[in-house]
């Protein structure tokens, strides 16, 4: 993967500071003459130059260079940056976009908010003038645009490019061919802050189309990459820009919802952190948690190709990873001596995991990126995660106190995962026991009585305006359905209109559990087997619902359009168990295609 070039600049707002304080006026003027001149000379400067450069611009892809921007001097650099690259047609385009700029920085500098803003306008209408004329690229023009009309509100722009290319990965000792986005597993960490803009350039090396998913992100419909339901997948060659504000803090993660269920095991996953303003953690790390086929030839066999062929029995995921190492490659986390450690747990496979966590008092302070309210410290409990699910947990580090975070080993992963620690200068606390553990004797945590009690959203309402039935079974071809149908061919949307407070009942009478996620919204969960919540308002996007037991969720319809609601064991979902939440009256801003496949 090339080199990043990250464009980190003042983050203040308007903070230029290159001696423009004299001749300010006549500067002003300037400005203004040299833009008429210039805009008035455009289509000369066409035909005079075109016989010497290329001036028309394709879209292509671009590098992988994260950018920021804050201020008006990231989008000066911006746009010299995309005259280096050749996004920009020429050196005259590219001047007089930055004589624009300099005039809205002096404005800014005066306090002039009025002309500071129709200068601003002036340059996104350049841009609308020069994209029309081909004369820059659309992610240059995308970039600039968003920027220039983000800063007026004084949020920040962060950027990113997400490859989705063919690497090569070793697990057991041997190589195979996997899918990743970035060349990586997993795909590079997408980290902002509550409040910025983020803006992704997905750009598709692989031979077959591919999406990226926000799971858990609240984003708008057109934003949630599912394939003929949202956007059309993403051809071979072919790029798509995710555009959306970060403006509800947690712990995410993002994969692709082409054919999911086969992409995201062969690869195509990675996290997105949304930072809290006021975050205060001494060490923050993601760990995501995954299942992989440990057999060479059997993972060729299933996975090898571009397209799913064979159903392969679930005990052929025998191998566990964190962020993509098995055990004997896994490095201790980094910590001091008194530290704040923070843990994003992140479960991105086929299997629930249970995690023990003994020697020292924890807390689980988020739940799918949502925050308990006043959560217990424990030890010695585990934890159940589920695919799809994330769990954040917090703990003071002390380098005298035996630690142990372990992913407990099971029926399909016989072998426990420890999570160390090494603490610098200190040595470090790794566990010498045997990497077999099965500890029935640890009490697990409940989470549905977890924190302390208040009353949530939902709880005092008697009335909903939409009442719905989910029920979770499986036919005898081993298909798997809600409400007896399976999808896409025959299902029951959740109807649903803007506004809506709706509450919907899950059951399930299959012998097994099934994590079910509602893309676009987050919901809370009001009861269990008829019983309300003693311990905080959980609110998730993923449920875990265990067989012969009943919950009852609610949710807020206030994100129009057409959602997935489906199984996150990504097997289940692509043998029918999935519907939809759909908006009356939502008209899809799109027509979808042949190439379309949602599991």
Not at 16 to 25: A, D, H, N, S, T
Not at 183 to 196: A, L, N
Not at 429 to 445: A, G, L
Request: overall charge negative; glycine content about 6%; charged content about 25%.
């Amino acid at each position: 993967m090339s080199k990043r070039v990250m464009l980190m600049v003042d983050s203040h707002l308007f903070g230029w500071e290159r001696g423009f304080m004299k001749k300010k006026l006549v500067l002003i003027l300037t400005v203004f003459l040299f833009s008429v001149f210039a805009l008035s000379g455009v289509n000369n400067a066409q035909s005079t130059e075109a016989s010497n450069e290329q001036v028309k611009m394709e879209t292509k892809s671009i590098d992988d260079a994260d950018y920021i921007i804050s201020s008006i001097e990231d989008l000066i650099s911006l746009v010299d940056h995309y005259k280096d690259t050749r996004e920009i047609a020429n050196e005259k385009v590219a001047r007089i976009l930055n004589v624009h700029l300099t005039s809205v920085n002096i404005y800014a500098e005066n306090g002039e908010t009025e002309k500071m803003a129709k200068h601003l306008a002036s340059f996104q209408q350049l841009l609308d003038y020069y994209q029309q004329e081909e004369l820059i690229s659309e992610n240059a023009f995308g970039v600039l645009k968003t920027g220039a009309k983000y800063l007026v509100e004084g949020k920040t722009v962060k950027g990113f490019t997400v490859a989705a290319q063919e690497a090569t990965f070793t697990l057991n000792g041997t190589e195979r061919e996997v899918w990743t986005y970035n060349g990586e597993i997993p795909g590079t960490e997408i980290r902002v802050t509550e409040d910025d803009i983020i803006r992704v350039h997905l750009v598709n090396e692989l031979p077959a189309p591919v999406t990226i998913h926000w799971h858990g992100v609240p984003v708008p419909n057109q934003m949630d990459g599912v394939p003929g339901v949202t956007q059309n997948a993403v051809q071979p060659g072919e790029t798509f820009t995710y555009e959306f504000i970060a403006d509800t803090p947690g712990t995410y993660w993002y994969h692709s919802h082409q054919h999911s269920a086969f992409q995201v095991d062969k690869g195509l996953f990675g996290s997105i952190i949304v930072e809290e303003k006021d975050a205060e953690y001494d060490k923050d790390y993601t760990l995501i948690m995954d299942d992989w086929i440990g057999d060479k030839e059997l993972y060729d066999k299933v996975l090898g190709g571009n397209y799913p062929t064979v159903e392969t029995p679930v005990e052929a995921w025998d191998t566990f990873t964190i962020n993509g190492e098995t055990n004997d490659q896994i490095e201790p986390l980094d910590v001091q001596d008194g530290d704040l450690v923070k843990l994003r747990f992140i479960n991105v496979g086929n299997y629930d995991y249970t995690l023990r966590f003994s020697g020292t008092e924890f807390k689980i302070t988020h739940t799918d990126g949502q925050p308990i309210n006043k959560p217990e410290t424990f030890t010695n409990k585990s934890l159940l995660t589920s695919p799809g699910q994330r769990y954040d947990v917090e703990f003071i580090y002390d380098e005298n106190q035996d630690i142990v975070i372990e992913r407990m080993a099971d029926m399909w992963l016989t072998d426990n995962t420890v999570i160390e620690f090494e603490s610098v200068g200190s040595g470090d606390n790794r566990n010498q026991q045997e990497q077999t553990i099965k500890d029935d004797s640890v009490e697990p945590i409940d989470i549905l009585d977890y924190g302390q009690y208040k009353k949530g959203k939902f709880t005092d309402i008697k009335q909903f305006d939409k009442e719905y039935r989910s029920d979770l079974g499986m036919k005898e071809d081993g298909s798997m359905t809600i409400n007896g149908s399976v999808y896409p061919e025959e299902y029951e949307p959740i109807w649903v209109n803007e506004g809506d407070i709706v509450k919907l009942t899950l059951t399930n009478d299959t012998p097994l559990p099934h994590p079910m996620h509602l893309h676009g919204h987050f919901f809370e969960i009001i009861s269990r087997n008829g019983e309300d919540l003693e311990g905080s308002p959980i609110t998730r996007d993923t449920i875990l619902v265990m067989p012969d037991t009943e919950y009852e969720i609610a949710f807020e319809a206030d994100n129009p359009g057409n959602w997935m609601y489906h199984c996150h064991k990504l097997q289940h979902a692509m043998k029918g168990m999935s519907t939809m939440v759909r908006y009356e009256d939502y008209e899809l801003p799109f027509t979808p295609d042949a190439g379309n496949i949602i599991e």
